[in-house]
């Protein structure tokens, strides 16, 4: 089938599931995931002939998508932004992020000691690291529709924020571990000695993540230089775009020595791309404002990613029961380790009763992040399939990672419909929002300016104060592929 075909018929669907999600009012990753599935290998794609092939040859998209998802994570972890919102915020991310790590890690770990559930312990740390993520579009969106104001809202907005970067970092360091775990647990019954297993176990993923952040560094630091000789918007923007496509390069060039060469560590594209963001946003403060060209033209990148990504999503599988059980394992820890972390890290540093009773439900919509961790995770257990030595070790490697993104995909289309309506609910009867807001409708953009709310379409989650009263910020991120809902003065939607 025509590989252009495929993506124009892809982006016609998922153009077109943004308005059957504004209608049900569901994030638009939902639209563009079923909208995956739908025309996906394993659906009707199946029916068409070549239509596999053609998904297969678009894997340069996800490559590229998660360059800028991460770059994107990066651009909001600014240094002047992190000393405002204090350290209270801070502790409660790591609390709550490590917390969901722990909580899934174990409790995937522990069934998959029953013989019946097919559960390794690598595949448990690699699901323990994507519970990190939290998507915080949908629970935005919720806060900009009710108007919710107060200190749960005032520290939701920077913990949303910094969680995706603390997730990739505890993201890199898991993929590294649970994938050495795999090759040693194929490689049993070859030779391999106690200190290569500890080289490879406790050394090189931390070589790698070092390393990763140092090359993040060097990049970021030269696409900093450049906007002094560059001074158009054009320019600026295809800067970005260079060191997006360098940072994924220079990850390719070592992912190919590893595999060819003997070298032993490879990078993490998502931490690389995420350094390189960071240090670029810290060393420019034109930095936004250079972004701003850049997410003009990625949405359609994005869009393309989450169909695609759905596609990848396997239902085949469910025809395994241990793949439900460990779906719903998943899906509660995640939100008990979310729930009492945001206690702990709230009570160790004394915040206010309501933070430490509704903020952890905020966190429990997840979407484009943990989607891209899954698809990358998906990526290399490919590669070490494709260097397995027999055809039993290259079928295990790869149902790892199609059992990976399947329940990472389905827990996301659960917390994208169940998670705003909790936040909603943790924000009422926090008294966050009033009953005057619950019970008043949909505003248009003319209403919205008479009452002094400023709108915009692409701001910093960390620019955000829900503090001031005077205006209220409405956001959108662009890692989760969403955008804001703006009501036009005519009362119909855009």
């Not at 990066?74 to 790591?94: D, R, W, Y």
């Not at 220079?250 to 032993?264: A, N, R, T, V």
């Not at 309506?421 to 005057?436: C, D, N, Q, R």
């Not at 955000?464 to 003065?489: I, K």
């Amino acid at each position: 089938m025509n590989t252009l075909l495929v993506i124009a018929i892809a982006l016609i669907l998922g153009l077109l599931s943004t308005r059957l999600m504004k209608l049900i009012g569901l994030p638009n990753v939902t639209g563009y995931l079923v909208v995956g599935l739908i025309i996906g290998p394993y659906a009707l794609g199946g029916f068409i002939p070549g239509a596999k092939e053609s998904f297969e040859s678009l894997s340069i998209v996800s490559t590229v998508a998660l360059g800028f998802i991460g770059f994107s994570i990066g651009v909001e972890f600014k240094l002047s932004h992190i000393k405002e919102i204090g350290k209270s915020a801070v502790v409660i991310t790591f609390f709550q992020a490590l917390a969901a790590t722990l909580c899934v890690d174990v409790a995937l770990i522990l069934i998959g000691l029953i013989p019946a559930i097919n559960m390794p312990v690598h595949e448990a740390i690699i699901l323990g690291a994507i519970a990190t993520a939290t998507a915080p579009a949908a629970t935005l969106m919720v806060v900009r529709q009710y108007k919710a104001k107060g200190k749960v809202t005032g520290t939701l907005l920077p913990v949303v924020a910094l969680d995706d970067a603390v997730g990739l970092i505890v993201f890199a360091i898991s993929n590294s571990i649970a994938l050495s775990l795999a090759q040693s647990t194929l490689n049993a019954a070859a030779a391999v000695n106690a200190t290569e297993m500890a080289l490879e176990i406790a050394v090189w993923p931390i070589v790698e993540i070092v390393a990763s952040l140092a090359i993040g560094v060097g990049i970021g630091a030269l696409l900093s230089v450049i906007p002094r000789f560059f001074k158009s918007r054009d320019n600026r923007t295809i800067s970005t775009i260079i060191a997006v496509a360098l940072s994924l390069g220079i990850c390719e060039l070592f992912s190919y020595l590893k595999d060819e060469c003997g070298c032993p560590f490879a990078l993490s594209d998502l931490l690389v791309c995420m350094m390189a963001g960071a240090t670029f946003v810290n060393m420019r403060k034109e930095a936004t404002q250079i972004m701003e060209g850049t997410d003009r033209w990625t949405p359609v990148v994005l869009m393309l990613f989450f169909i695609l990504s759905g596609a990848e999503l396997d239902v085949r599988m469910f025809a395994d029961w241990s793949v439900i059980v460990c779906l719903v394992v998943y899906l509660v820890m995640r939100c008990c380790g979310k729930y009492f972390g945001t206690m702990a890290g709230a009570a160790i540093t004394k915040s206010d009763h309501n933070v430490r009773k509704y903020l952890g439900i905020t966190l429990f919509p997840q979407a484009g992040v943990a989607i891209g961790m899954a698809t990358m995770c998906k990526k290399e257990f490919e590669k070490l399939a494709l260097s397995a030595t027999t055809a039993e070790q290259a079928a295990y490697f790869s149902d790892i990672g199609a059992k990976i993104v399947t329940i990472t995909m389905c827990a996301v289309m659960v917390y994208e419909l169940v998670g705003p309506v909790l936040t909603k609910w943790a924000l009422t009867k926090a008294g966050e929002i009033s009953p005057e807001n619950l019970r008043r409708p949909k505003r248009n953009k003319k209403a919205l300016a008479a009452e002094g709310v400023v709108v915009t379409e692409n701001v910093s989650v960390l620019d955000n104060s829900a503090e001031q009263s005077a205006q209220t910020t409405v956001e959108t991120s662009v890692v989760d592929g969403e955008s804001a809902v703006v009501e036009p003065s005519d009362g119909k939607k855009e």
